[in-house]
T-cell receptor, first 114, second 112 residues
Framework: AQSVTQPDIHITVSEGASLELRCNYS??????LFWYVQSPGQGLQLLLK??????LVQGIKGFEAEFKRSQSSFNLRKPSVHWSDAAEYFC????????????FGAGTQVVVTP | EAQVTQNPRYLITVTGKKLTVTCSQN?????MSWYRQDPGLGLRQIYY???????DKGDVPEGYKVSRKEKRNFPLILESPSPNQTSLYFC???????????FGSGTRLTVV
């Protein structure tokens, strides 16, 4: 069955330090991949997406993600975290020929300490 | 402003009392979807729609109904709510292509 896995439920990072959130997918073919962020009490906001081409994609708020086909991964990174980055982050995917079935991982909660 | 609007934002109801959560989008999107969010489980897809009168089950459709009679609206219906449907619900829409889904603000449902 198709799935999106985020191995880390919770990550604590110091302000100014780098952040990396892991995402693995299991699909028959490479899916379209996305990262969303959910701030406390808010809806979901799209950070970035990967469809094809350059495997390093840039997003909003200073985030980037790297697609690695050999590892079935799409990890999210930020070089220097700000206190406002404290939120829950979701990786999501759907098949390239089907926009309907859009699956999410379980999420990673990021806590930023001073 | 382009947006997905859900109503109500908060709802407390009793077991077995039918309810409808409305969802409307003003972006002329073909695709719409409903999710529930539960701690530790992320967002799980309930139903989705590819266009008017075209809907399909997601991963957790049991106990829910949907309809898509107009392109802009995609209501979620709970015919006989039960306490295990207590959750945070999100509606989302997309035009397809490479734009991703736009999400509503969520509806927090409590069934007692």
């Amino acid at each position: 069955a198709q799935s999106v896995t985020q191995p880390d439920i919770h990550i604590t990072v110091s302000e100014g330090a780098s952040l990396e959130l892991r995402c693995n997918y299991s699909y028959g073919a490479t899916p379209y991949l996305f990262w969303y962020v959910q701030s406390p009490g808010q809806g979901l906001q799209l950070l970035l997406k990967y469809f094809s081409g350059d495997t390093l994609v840039q997003g909003i708020k200073g985030f980037e993600a790297e697609f690695k086909r050999s590892q079935s991964s799409f990890n999210l990174r930020k070089p220097s975290v700000h206190w406002s980055d404290a939120a829950e982050y979701f990786c999501a995917a759907h098949e390239t020929d089907s926009w309907g079935k859009f699956q999410f991982g379980a999420g990673t909660q990021v806590v930023v300490t001073p | 402003e382009a947006q997905v609007t859900q109503n109500p934002r908060y709802l407390i109801t009793v077991t077995g009392k039918k309810l409808t959560v409305t969802c409307s989008q003003n972006m002329n999107h073909e695709y719409m979807s409903w999710y529930r969010q539960d701690p530790g489980l992320g967002l799980r897809q309930i139903y989705y729609s590819m266009n008017v009168e075209v809907t399909d089950k997601g991963d957790v459709p049991e106990g829910y109904k949907v309809s898509r009679k107009e392109k802009r609206n995609f209501p979620l219906i709970l015919e006989s709510p039960s306490p295990n449907q207590t959750s945070l619900y999100f509606c989302a829409s997309s035009s397809g292509g490479n734009y991703g889904y736009t999400f509503g603000s969520g509806t927090r449902l409590t069934v007692v």
